[in-house]
């Protein structure tokens, strides 16, 4: 089946630095999403991606869908203690057997160190 | 405006027993999906319901079954329960079957023992 791998799996980083974390899929994937789990509490959706090529900014956070459809990443740009969190890719196809289904990967851990 | 709510938030269970969590999705919200995430792995989709039927199923056994309410909530059923039903289970609401906006609840942390 289908499968994300995010890298890197965890990163410790300095507040005001910037981050940078990329998904790769084996399979091609019509939209990306960037979710941000807190202790305790669900994914919250950060940022979509529809288009290949697509650059999507909220606030300090980028993301891009890769022209291959196979990739995307996401940068945080001066990094702040609220930013700790776990942070999830997940690819979707709209249709056919993958009808509703979003496949995540397995997440890259944010440490920020004031 | 209260958004996806799950109950119950822990539970612990043994092996054999059977299990219900509970979803109510964001308000306009009808379609529910389940997602199981293990600790230190990213959310696995289990099912998705509208219309009051299962639409799609991820790779889980028949010992997962749902219901879906016509108020759009939705129930998650895990029978004869094993350890490695150990979970957070995840409910997530949008507006039709697309992924567009998709609402997290907190989860129903389940203990299997």
């Known amino acids: 089946g289908q499968q994300l791998n995010q890298s890197p799996q965890s990163m410790f980083i300095q507040e005001g630095e910037d981050v940078s974390m990329n998904c790769t899929s084996s399979?091609?994937?019509?939209?990306w999403l960037w979710y941000k789990q807190d202790p305790g509490e669900g994914p919250v959706l950060l940022i979509a991606l529809y288009k290949a090529g697509e650059l999507t900014s909220n606030g300090r956070l980028t993301a891009q869908f890769g022209i291959t459809r196979k990739d995307s990443f996401l940068n945080i740009s001066a990094s702040i203690p609220s930013d700790v969190g776990i942070y999830f890719c997940?690819?979707?196809?709209?249709?056919?057997?993958?009808?509703?289904?979003?496949?995540f990967g397995q997440g890259t851990i944010l440490t920020v160190h004031p | 405006d209260a958004g996806v709510t799950q109950s119950p938030t822990h539970l612990i269970k043994t092996r054999g027993q059977q299990v219900t969590l509970r979803c109510s999705p964001k308000s306009g919200h009808d379609t529910v999906s389940w997602y199981q995430q293990a600790l230190g792995q990213g959310p696995q989709f289990i099912f998705q319901y509208y219309e009051e039927e299962e639409r799609q199923r991820g790779n889980f056994p028949d010992r997962f079954s749902g219901h879906q309410f016509p108020n759009y909530s939705s129930e998650l059923n895990v029978n004869a329960l094993l350890l490695g039903d150990s979970a957070l289970y995840l409910c997530?609401?949008?507006?039709?079957?697309?992924?567009?906006?998709?609402?997290f609840g907190e989860g129903s942390r389940l203990t299997v023992l």
């Open positions: 997940a690819g979707y196809n709209a249709g056919g057997t993958s009808y509703g289904k979003l496949t």
């Open positions: 997530a609401s949008s507006l039709g079957t697309g992924p567009g906006e998709l609402f």
């Open positions: 399979s091609i994937f019509n939209t």
